[in-house]
């Protein structure tokens, strides 16, 4: 079993947004990885405090992800990257993986970010 991590920023605590940016995060992951649906296990998502307004499984769903998957909060550490939503898939591989942090998040972790 392996790990993919990514994060990304969106513009506003809006069900919109966070739909958007969750899709958007997702699908690039599972582009750089190639991943089909039978290598993932699950799906945790958090998201910083101040969004609110969607939940990111519900737009995995919604974009046809069929997989366990949870959403939690954030811890609240102050000055952290605001409006951020991050994911960690647990897949069922033994090759190399690539993580995505996109936009703003790409400041998180440029060790692990590869591109776009």
Request: with cysteine; net charge neutral.
């Amino acid at each position: 079993m392996k790990a993919i991590r990514g994060a990304i920023t969106v513009d506003a605590n809006t069900r919109a947004a966070i739909t958007e940016g969750t899709q958007t995060l997702l699908r690039v992951i599972g582009e750089r990885n190639t991943l089909s649906a039978e290598e993932v296990v699950s799906i945790f998502f958090t998201l910083t405090p101040d969004l609110d307004a969607e939940f990111p499984a519900r737009a995995a769903r919604a974009s046809g992800w069929d997989v366990p998957m949870l959403d939690m909060q954030e811890v609240p550490v102050p000055g952290s990257m605001p409006r951020c939503i991050r994911v960690l898939l647990h897949v069922q591989r033994s090759g190399q993986v690539r993580h995505a942090y996109l936009r703003e998040a790409r400041a998180l972790r440029p060790d692990l970010e590869t591109g776009s």
